[in-house]
């Protein structure tokens, strides 16, 4: 057993994990912060996105003994978050989820994409969402709530 210390949510945390845990482990085996998903287990479908010292990163894959002295941030870490209110309105307003199962990786995305691009083009979301498997919507409504989000929030025309 290693232990890691990290902030999650913004909450210092010293978590024991096997040297073998993911950081997808230790979210919801170890701090019972069960709102992101784990699909596939090997980084290929993006349900358990979360953001690694800023980065979004498939929490699956990652180590959890690799992020001692990181600042992790989860869906249940956007629930006071003025950016994330937006996105997650128009993911409602435009019939962007269905089942919900990828959809707390699809927010999380859809926060960096923003922050990177501002308002993003159809084609630079799409690209950026390619990790994110989603078997229920067929994409078009998650696209455009990522580009209304982003008009609103960056204040670039109707949203």
Not at 41 to 63: F, K, M, Q, W
Not at 68 to 78: A, Y
Not at 127 to 146: D, F, H, K
């Amino acid at each position: 057993m290693v232990e890691v210390k990290l902030t999650v949510n913004d909450q210092e945390e010293a978590v024991f994990v096997d040297a073998r845990d993911s950081l997808s482990d230790l979210l919801r085996e170890k701090l019972q912060l069960t709102g992101m998903h784990v699909g596939c287990d090997h980084g290929a479908c993006g349900a358990c996105t979360v953001h690694l010292d800023g980065t979004p990163v498939r929490s699956c894959i990652v180590l959890a003994a690799r992020c001692d002295g990181s600042k992790v941030r989860t869906i249940e870490g956007t629930r006071n978050d003025a950016m994330m209110d937006i996105v997650r309105r128009h993911f409602h307003e435009k019939h962007a989820l269905q089942c919900g199962f990828c959809t707390p990786g699809m927010l999380m995305m859809s926060i960096d994409i923003i922050s990177r691009y501002g308002v993003p083009s159809e084609n630079q979301v799409r690209s950026e969402l390619s990790g994110q498997i989603c078997r229920c919507t067929g994409y078009m409504g998650i696209v455009a709530a990522i580009q209304a989000a982003a008009r609103e929030i960056n204040g670039n025309g109707d949203n």
